[in-house]
């Protein structure tokens, strides 16, 4: 069988024009921690972005955060509240640990602010209705932060799901992990409850959870069964050097979960800090005419673990089909940044809108929940 069906996956049909760079947009920075530098370093990369204003708890981050990335001078504030009541601001990089997600982004779009919200959305279902519906009074644009849309191959697997070829999608399995990599490189943020809410199936289950979403159109979770441990966490052997983070550990590291999806379709998911295993496995995509393999991948910036394959059988003999690995022209983290720009100044679409990410933390929660119960839950998400 000739490989010609992959041409119609060449063509780049996506239009994206960068407008009018000569309107600057004032941008703040709420939150002055790791990813916080990412950020920052995209927006400089803007002619259009001017950042006027940065906040953090920590007394006395913020200056030491602007003086290390090149932003002198801008106006520093004790916490959100203060800085977006006493600035104008077009719009906030929400880039604080995910328990003040809805807290900041909530008293941004009311006060008229758009708002690009560092991944995950924030830990509770409830959190996140109540973001979509401050979004919808506000009128401004909210987009959350995935910078693995904008990735050639995650594009790529979308355009295998759209284009047919595998028929009705019926099952996936996906998730990612590591064998050992509980993060606490700048401390105990992501481990700890009160900062972090949720743990492995949050921080890195979010991004295995968006990439077979969105590629088969983010149909509505219906039910879920999950679990969730933290043998690892608790264990101090796995923080050398810092034994006490141990103690600290109030999240979980690995989770697993079975989510049925409107249309018929199963979802099963794994995800992990840590686990006695090198990867959780492969991303398989099973449709009535072919099968899709995205070999085992953290996802986080987009990277696959190789050529996505294909899997048919063509006249009763099976074919395997690999597509080529993309290249992507511009650096993921930027284009995030310069499309939620471009969308604020012509206030177009969203570039990860909520209401898609809306049904990504719903089955976070429905996992939580789950696994607290020991039971299968409903997923209810109340109408925006
Ligand atoms: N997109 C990515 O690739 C990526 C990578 C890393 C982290 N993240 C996400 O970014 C978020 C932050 O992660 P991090 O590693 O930078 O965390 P961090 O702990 O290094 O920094 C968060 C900062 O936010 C501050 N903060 C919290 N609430 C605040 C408030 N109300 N006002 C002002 N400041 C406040 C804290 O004091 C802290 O300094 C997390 O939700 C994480 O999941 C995304």
Known sequence: MADNVLD????????????????????GIIGTGWIAEAHVANYLRCPDVEIVAAADLIPGKAEKFCKANGIEGVRLYPDHKSMIDAEELDAV??????????????Y?????????LEKPMCVTLEEAVAICKAEKASGKILSIGFQPRFDENMKMLKKVVESGELGDVYYIQTGGGRRRGIPTPYGTSFIEDKTAGIGALADIGCYSLDMVLNAIGYPKPLTVSGYTSDFFGKDPVNFPGHPEYAEKFSVDDFAAAFIRLEGGVILDFRISWAMNMDTPGDTIILGTKAGLRVPS??????SIGGPLKLYRTIAGSDVETEIPERRNDEDNFYNKIRYFIDAVKTGGKAPVPSSQILY????IDGIARSAKLGREVEINIPEI
Do not use: M, P
Not at 93 to 106: D, G, K, L, P, Q
Not at 297 to 302: I, L
Not at 360 to 363: F, G, K, P, R
């Open 108 to 116: 941004a779009l009311e006060h008229g602010v758009n708002v690009l």
């Open 93 to 106: 990089s929400v880039c604080t640990y995910n328990r003040t997600h809805a807290e900041c982004s909530i």
């Open 360 to 363: 990504n933390q719903a089955i």
């Open 8 to 27: 119609r996956f060449k063509e780049n049909t996506e239009e994206h024009v960068v407008v009018d760079t000569g309107k600057k947009v004032k941008v």
């Open 297 to 302: 991948t953290e996802c986080w910036n987009g």
